[in-house]
C-alpha cells in the first residue's frame, strides 16, 4: 500500500466523523488536510519516512496514528449525549 492510501485509509479508522480532503507528497513529508464536523479544516505534515515506516511495523504505525488522531480532534466536534 503507498503512503497516500494508508493515510486515507487510517482517518476514518481512527475518527468516523473525519476525513481526508487532500494529501499532497512532497519530498520530505506528506502534508495532510482533514475535515470533520466543525465546519473547519486542520493540517498536518507527516514525515515521510514515519509513514514509510508505518506501512510494516507495528510501533511506527502506532506513531502514525497518534500524528493522524491529533489533527483529526481539531476537526471533530463531541456531540454531548445527554447522559450526564
Do not use: F, W
Request: net charge negative; with cysteine.
Amino acid at each position: 500500500m503507498d503512503g497516500r492510501r494508508l493515510i486515507e485509509s487510517l482517518v476514518p479508522e481512527i475518527a468516523p466523523n473525519a476525513s481526508v480532503v487532500g494529501v499532497e507528497e512532497r519530498e520530505q513529508h506528506y502534508t495532510v488536510t482533514i475535515a470533520g464536523t466543525t465546519g473547519v479544516l486542520a493540517g498536518c505534515e507527516v514525515p515521510r519516512h514515519a509513514v514509510d515506516a508505518a506501512e510494516h511495523a507495528g510501533d511506527a504505525r502506532d506513531r502514525l496514528i497518534a500524528v493522524l488522531k491529533r489533527c483529526a480532534d481539531d476537526v471533530v466536534a463531541e456531540i454531548p449525549d445527554g447522559r450526564g
